[in-house]
C-alpha cells in the first residue's frame, strides 16, 4: 500500500512540476514560431526534447510494477530500448529522412536484449520448477492437515467420548443402585456429573476442530447447520451436485461460520444470505447482510480468513458500504 | 439397538433389561437396523448417527429408512452431538414417535428411560440442547417478542413441553405441584397464541410447530 501512495505522489509531482511547463513552454515556441513567419517548424525538436524524459520515465515505470529482481532489470532494459529506438526514429523523420541510419541502434539495442534474454532463461525455468513444486507440495501439506484434523475428530469422537459416554452410564447404573446410601449416591453423581461436562466439552473441543455435519454432509448442510444455529435470520441458496476437497469445504465453512458471526455481532438486528455455487471449477461462497455495514476489511477475523483463503490460492474481498450492508465474497479453486 | 460401540451398546441393552424393556435384537450398523426391523417387528428402534462404514450419518438414514418402510416405528436417535440438520429431518419424517437425545443423557437413568417408553408410546423426546437451539434461534425473528412476554418459570416449562414432557414428569423437574404447571402451560399457550390441548402429544406438535415457523428455517 506505501508504494502505491508513493506511485500516486510521484505522478502529481511529475503533472504538476515537468508536464505543465512543458506544455506551456512549447506553446509560446509555436506562437513565437507562427509570430516570425512560420517556416521551418523547429518547435519540433524542443517537442522531441521534452518527449524524451516523458518516455523514458513512463518506461520506468512500466518496469517497475514487475517483482523486484531479475524480471524487473529485464523490463526496464526493453523499455528503455524500445523509447531508444522509438526517438532515433522520431529523430531520422524529423531530419527529413532518407538512409535510415536508425537500424544500427536497432540491432545493437535488440542483440543485447536478446543476450540479456538468454542468460535469463536457465534461472527462470527453475525459478518455474521451484513455484511448481511449492505449489503442488503446499496444496499437499494443505490436504493432509485437511484430513488429519477431520481423522482427530473422528477419533475424539470414537476413543474418548465414547468411553466418556459409556462411563457416565456405568455411573448412572451405580447411581440407581445406592438409592438406600444417599452420600454414596451423591458421590457417585458428582463424579457422574464431572464426566458429563468432560463430554460436553470434548464436544465443543471437536466441533471447533471440523464440524461433524461437514464432514458427514458436505458444504450445504454444514452452512444450513450454521444458519440454524445463528442468532440472525439467515437463507441459505446453494446446491452443490459433488463432494468437495476437505480442504476447501472446511475454508468455505469458516468463511461462512465467522462472517455469520460477525453479521451476529456487529449487526444483530439485520439478516444475511449465504449463497454456494460452483463455477466451473472454482467455488464461490458470498455471504451478504443488510446490517448498518462500514466493516473494516482488516479486521482480526477476516484477515485470517483472507490468509486461509489465498493459501489455496483463493481470493476473499470485503465490501462494506455504510448504511448498504456488508458483502464477504470468497473464491476457492477445488480442482 | 443399533450402536457400534460394543461397550455403551451392552450397557445401554443391560439397562433397559433391568428396568423391564426387551430387547429383541442388536446391531452395529445401518443395514443390521433395516434388517431387525424387518424382522422383529418392534414398537422402538435405538440408534446412533454415526455407524460403520462410513461413520457419517448411516444411522439417521437407516432410521429414515426403517420409518418409510414402516410408518408405526417409533425411533430414539442418540448422538454424541445436536445437529439441527438431523433434528430437522427426523422432525420432518412424523413426529409422532420420534426422540433425539445426546448419548450422555443415557446416564441419567430416570430420565432416560422416561424418554425410552414416551417416544415408544408414540410421544416425543428431544434433547434439551436441541430445545434450547430451537428457543434461542427465535431470539432473532418474529417469535423473540412473543417469546419475551413469557415469565422466567413459564419458559422453563415450555422447554420441558419441547422436550416432550407430560404434566406429571414437568411438574416434579421444577419441583411444583400439578396445578402450578397447568397454570403455566395455559399461560403459555395464551401467550403465544396457541391452540390449547389436554393431550400431551398434540400440545409438544403444537410448540414445536410453533418454534420451528418462527425460526426461519
Redesign the interface.
Known sequence: MTDHGHEIDLRSVVRGAAFAPFSVILLALVVIWAATGAGYFWPMWAALGFAIPTGLWFAVRWAWLRPKGASRRYALQASVSVVLVVTTVLIWAMSGGGYFWPIFPFVGLGTALLLHGLLLAPSQRRLQVRVDELTRTRSGALDVQASELRRIE?DL??GA??????L??????A??RLADHPDSAALVRQA?EE??AA??EL?DL??GIAP??L???GLV?AV??L?????????VVGQLDHRLPPVVEAAAYFVVAESLTNVAKHA?GASARVTVHLDGAMLVVEIADNGPGGANPAGGGLTGLKQRVEALDGRLEVHSVAREGTVVWAVLPCE | MVED?A??RE??V??LA?NGIEVVAQADDGPGLLRIVDGHKPDLAICDV?LPPT???EGIRAALEARRRHPELAILVLS??V????T?ELLAAGQSGVGYLL??R?????T?LDSVKRVAAGGTALDREVVS?LI??R???GGGAELAALTPRERETLELIAQGRTNAAIAREMVVTLGAVEKHVSNIFAKLDLPAGDDDHRRVLAVLAYLRAT???
Open positions: 473422528r469422537h470414537d467420548q465414547a468411553r466418556l459416554v459409556a457416565t452410564m456405568q455411573l448412572g447404573r447411581e440407581e457422574r464426566a458429563t463430554i460436553r464436544r471437536a466441533r461433524p455435519v464432514a458427514d454432509r448442510a444450513e447447520s444458519a440454524s444455529r445463528s442468532t440472525v435470520k439467515v437463507e444483530p | 460401540q461397550l455403551l450397557g445401554i443391560a439397562l433391568e454415526r461413520f457419517t450419518d454424541a452431538y445437529e439441527p440438520v438431523y430437522g448419548k450422555e443415557v446416564s441419567e437413568v430416570r432416560f437451539t434461542a434461534d431470539g432473532r425473528s425460526g426461519g428455517q
